[in-house]
């Protein structure tokens, strides 16, 4: 790999031209399948590890603006192609498909870019950082018509829990009619370790020479270089959409995906930084409720300092309810299904299920468990969600504007 110096020499300049389209075809069952990273950081590291465990896959080439990461890419795989800029990365006629796992503000810039170069998309949540990202990410998507498969990273979609729940949920009467989903999502850790927090990785490196500022920020309002926000970038609005993002939309996506629902009618958030004063923006505590248009009342609350209630998951029928944390359950409301029995979810699956099941889609081109579809509605509810927070009010869609009313 090249020297740093050399690195930021070659690619801190914008790059002209157009980029090459590869041509699509359905690869066969056994055909191996090349994959390129768009941003390697702790959550790409997982996702490379679930790659490893699908049969005909290789890694081939590393994209990430900081030059540690490719540096600790190259040592993962030795043989892999790194780049600093993405735009080379899809360039490469090697790759196959891309798993973009940057920060939130900057997917749409990636995933168009990607789609516009032919590749096969494995996208990281929440999907779309804000409204005109998400109709711009639609734009490209259509364009692409089709031929190439795009998965976006809600994993829940393709767990057992969503095979039982549909099995239930293919009989109306087990449930009636649904009126509410109320969902918890709640952590703690120790004193003096905030969540999310990783000041203490910041280390002397991070600075100009070694991280491509400019593209980092994107689009976002432009700052001074400042380690703490590359690092901590989950704390900042500029690039976050806080927990809303990171685990709202799991569960939201989960339900979406179920109960076959649209964007909300309208979404209120409440909350504030009640604990960690370590100059985040994002909420630690929050309560949003969510009025779906098919009369359903979706109720989530979280906090970090507290773990008691954990991540749960109720949905409530006239006829019975739905219980998801590690376990899923059917509990009959006896009033009215006096003949009903619980039930207990037994699908099983592995946590790469999710990537295994975008792989099967580029080699036979069937739908993915999680389309661009769902993630475009999870992600129009999550921004609803963190405006109505930062401008204190409730956030109403006009479904045929297809904006904030």
């Not at 170069?117 to 409204?131: D, L, N, R």
């Not at 734009?139 to 979609?157: L, M, R």
């Not at 990783?198 to 270089?225: K, V």
Request: aromatic letters at 10%; a neutral charge.
């Amino acid at each position: 790999m090249d020297s740093r110096r050399h690195f930021l020499g070659k690619f801190a300049t914008g790059i002209a031209g157009t980029l090459a389209v590869v041509p699509f075809q359905i690869l066969g069952a056994n055909e191996r399948i090349r994959v390129g990273f768009i941003g390697f950081g702790d959550r790409a590291t997982e996702l490379f590890n679930w790659i490893k465990l699908c049969p005909n896959t290789e890694v081939v080439a590393f994209c990430d603006i900081y030059t540690k990461q490719l540096e600790r890419a190259k040592g993962l795989v030795p043989t892999a192609a790194t780049y600093l800029d993405y735009r080379r990365l899809l360039d490469d006629q090697s790759v196959d498909a891309v798993v973009i796992a940057t920060p939130q503000h900057l997917h749409a810039e990636h995933f168009c870019a990607s789609m516009g170069a032919g590749k096969h998309v494995y996208q990281e949540k929440t999907m779309a950082f804000s409204v005109d990202h998400a109709k711009k990410m639609r734009v490209a998507f259509q364009k692409d018509d089709g031929k190439h498969a795009v998965q976006i990273g809600h994993q829940s979609c393709s767990s057992g829990h969503m095979i039982d729940v549909q099995q239930w949920l293919s009989d109306p009467q087990k449930l009636g009619k649904i009126t509410a989903i109320d969902m918890h999502m709640y952590r703690n850790t120790p004193h003096g370790k905030p969540q999310w927090s990783r000041t203490a990785r910041i280390t002397s490196d991070m600075n100009p020479e070694n991280i491509l500022w400019r593209s980092f920020q994107g689009d976002a309002p432009p700052h001074e270089f400042d380690p703490n926000r590359y690092m901590n970038w989950r704390f900042f609005f500029d690039y976050s959409g806080g927990n809303v993002y990171e685990n709202m939309c799991h569960q939201m996506s989960f339900w979406y995906k179920a109960l076959k629902l649209e964007v909300p009618k309208a979404v209120t958030m409440n909350g504030g930084i009640y604990l960690w004063k370590d100059g985040r923006e994002v909420p630690d505590t929050m309560n949003v409720s969510v009025e779906q248009p098919e009369e359903l009342l979706i109720s989530w609350a979280s906090g970090f300092g507290n773990n008691q209630l954990g991540v749960t998951e109720d949905v409530l029928g006239e006829n019975g309810t739905i219980q998801r944390n590690t376990q899923l359950r059917y509990l009959p409301q006896k009033m009215n299904s006096p003949a009903g029995t619980e039930m207990t979810g037994n699908a099983k699956g592995v946590p790469h299920e999710h990537m295994l099941n975008f792989f099967d889609c580029v080699r036979t081109g069937k739908p993915p468990n999680c389309p661009f579809e769902l993630g475009f509605r999870v992600s129009i509810a999550c921004r609803m969600a963190v405006d109505s927070y930062r401008f204190g009010r409730t956030m109403r869609w006009d479904a045929k504007k297809e904006d904030f009313a």
